[in-house]
């Protein structure tokens, strides 16, 4: 029981002999039904102003929220939808009751489970009719029907139909239609005069809706009250979602932005057709963010890169896309977007890829191999880069890896060798290095490395170099038989390929005797079996712009000592060499025989130098010209 009871109170009573009678007022809600039963809703509308001015208690509230309410279904049935929208805002009506009426904004957030609290009196004055739409045919009918009987023939579409008296009509059931439909051709509904008035009646309808959930917004935003309120906490995301919708429809974009920027409720499941069809991808992406649905986002920002939408309003989507992989650090969405951006901006595609070190080893070979193939798929270029990265960075041990990387060099070589400029620059490097006389203590690396232009086919060479030195996981044999073809031009890796083969008279027969690089023969002997010494390979990776990154690779590690039997056996071999060919390497098969006394016995000396004494008697020197290198002097 309410403390203050508004029922009216009656000062004059009147007694008969049966009973007692009481004069007394009419209350706001008879009154208010009474005029709208005389269609006089403005008369109705005064009332509750009125009443509202003098607010006394709860129960006069309510019965304003029913009042207003009624008067606003009164006006939604005729059609007066801006005169409604306020009634509807001053009933404080539940937006998704409204909502109900419009099936092609609602989508699927309502089911049949759905319940809404409706006063009794005002639910038996609600529109009978599905949607906004039935509304208006039922509207415009009426008044075709109050102006031209069936029986009389319709006039030519004039907008003088729709300026009639709206207020004076009654509103006709949905048989009519039927009734009328041989009058208007095709029919009712699409004829051209009512699908013209259907239009102007419907954007006026979504623009009282539109102006309804924006009062309710503010409300929400600005009554802490209404904010804690449990009914209204339940209807938030229906006024938020509408609003998106309407907002993308009408291109408000200025008021989508503002809404996206706020505390929201929106259901994104629900408005992202209607954003993908209106093209407002940027607000789309706001709300992914804003979820944290991270997949569909960068889906998002990835096809405004390829250009598949078109939003001016995302500036840099792949700089997006990099700094959310970032920050998630998720190996496996690293691998995704960054397998995708190679196509695009290689360089930062493979930073995602090719992390820094974080101190923690991975060796998961096969995902590197997955991952590999698409990158060849991708962007071979790239490929090549993260094969390197895998050997020098991870330093995977892997035969397939470093198969593929050997292979790949292969094929780089082949390939800048059927360019007549890099084959006729290389073939004049090694001619110039052999007939020099003055360059023979410089090793034949150092001096292609020094002397030849900076270019990718130069990069190239030096890599394939130092990789088919470092790595001992390639099939050295398959290798061989692809670059014999160009075995003239390509001395020096021919060398390191028959070392690799164990085949040390060949690979010390061409450094002495073609490529007349003395100085890489005799580290060969010194690092037992190895041409690059250690200063050259630190040369070139300090001086050779590109190189960099080959600075820590395994592949450059300090050589395990050599056995002195070896090295014995190298320098004999050297030594046969140099005698072979005796004429060519007298002074350098001396200093040899000087430098390596102590590594080389008398019987160690080859038979085919001691049979000629004269060639023999100028290769001795004294012991005290003996020098003593040893390794470390490489």
């Given amino acids: 029981m309410h403390s203050t009871s508004t029922f009216p109170r009656s000062q004059i009573l009147v007694s008969g ?11 706001l809600i008879s009154q208010v039904e009474s005029l709208l039963e005389s269609h006089r809703i403005e008369d109705a509308t005064d009332l509750a102003d009125q009443q509202r001015k003098k607010i006394q208690g709860n129960i006069i509230v309510e019965e304003l929220r029913y009042v207003y309410q009624r008067i606003g279904f009164q006006c939604f049935t005729e059609t007066l939808f801006e005169d409604a929208g306020k009634h509807f805002f001053n009933g404080d009506l539940d937006p998704r009751l409204l909502v109900s009426y419009y099936p092609d904004l609602r989508g699927s957030m309502f089911t049949q489970e759905d319940t809404v609290n409706v006063f009794a009196g005002v639910a038996e004055h609600m529109p009978k009719e ?9 509207s415009i009918l009426a008044v075709l029907l109050r102006r031209h009987p069936r029986d009389n023939p319709l006039p030519p579409f004039s907008s003088s139909i729709f300026s009639c008296d709206i207020d004076s009509l009654t509103l006709t059931c949905t048989p009519i239609f039927a009734n009328y439909s041989p009058h208007l051709s095709p029919n009712t509904r699409s004829a051209p005069p009512t699908a013209e008035l259907r239009k102007i009646l419907g954007m006026a309808a979504q623009e009282m809706l539109e102006s309804f959930l924006r009062k309710c917004r503010t409300r929400r935003k600005v009554d802490n009250q209404v904010r804690s309120d449990a009914k209204w906490q339940s209807i938030y995301s229906v006024v938020d979602t509408i609003l998106v919708k309407l907002f993308a429809q009408f291109e408000k974009t200025t008021d989508l932005y503002t809404l996206l920027n706020e505390a929201n409720d929106v259901i994104v499941s629900e408005v992202e057709e209607v954003l993908q069809r209106n093209g407002q991808y940027n607000a789309l992406c706001m709300l992914y963010k804003q ?6 986002l960068l889906d998002a920002w990835a096809k405004v890169a390829e250009g598949e939408w078109i939003d001016e309003d995302i500036k840099d989507p792949l700089s997006s896309i990099i700094s959310l992989v970032t920050d998630k650090r998720d190996r496996a969405l690293s691998q995704k977007w960054g397998v995708w951006l190679t196509k695009r901006d290689p360089d930062r595609g493979l930073n995602l890829l090719m992390p820094k070190e974080t101190g923690k080893r991975r060796n998961k070979p096969e995902e590197d191999k997955m991952l590999l193939e698409q990158l060849k798929e991708s962007n071979p270029t790239a490929a090549l880069q993260f094969l390197e990265h895998l050997i020098l960075q991870r330093r995977s041990v892997t035969p397939d890896i470093h198969i593929q990387y050997a292979e790949t060099c292969v094929d780089q070589l082949l390939e800048l060798l059927s360019q007549d400029s890099v084959s006729k620059l290389w073939r004049a490097k090694g001619s110039s290095y052999s007939s020099s006389r003055t360059e023979s203590s410089v090793p034949f690396l150092s001096y292609f490395a020094s002397t030849t232009p900076d270019s990718d086919a130069k990069r190239v060479r030096l890599k394939t170099a130092l990789f088919l030195q470092g790595s001992n996981l390639y099939d050295a044999r398959m290798i061989l038989d692809r670059l014999s073809p160009h075995e003239k031009i390509l001395k020096l890796e021919m060398a390191i390929l028959h070392g690799k083969l164990q085949n040390h008279h060949g690979a010390l027969s061409i450094l002495a005797n073609e490529l007349r690089d003395t100085a890489t023969a005799e580290v060969y002997c010194a690092l037992g ?4 010494p250690p200063k050259v390979t630190s040369s070139i990776i300090e001086n050779v712009p590109g190189m960099q990154n080959w600075k820590f690779s395994p592949l450059l590690a300090p050589s395990k000592p050599v056995d002195d039997q070896l090295r014995r056996q190298l320098l004999k071999v050297l030594l046969e060499v140099y005698l072979a060919e005796a004429d060519i390497h007298p002074e350098r098969a001396a200093q040899l025989l000087n430098s390596q006394a102590t590594s080389l016995d008398v019987l160690d000396y080859p038979q085919n130098g001691r049979s000629n004494s004269r060639r023999h008697s100028s290769l001795v020197r004294s012991e005290g010209d003996y020098i003593n290198a040893t390794k470390d002097e490489y």
């Fill in 291 to 296: 979820g944290g649905e991270d997949g569909k």
């Fill in 17 to 27: 002999p049966n009973s007692i009678q009481s004069l007394v007022p009419a209350t």
């Fill in 529 to 532: 079996g190895e041409l690059i």
């Fill in 130 to 138: 599905r949607s906004v739409d039935d509304i208006s045919t039922s």
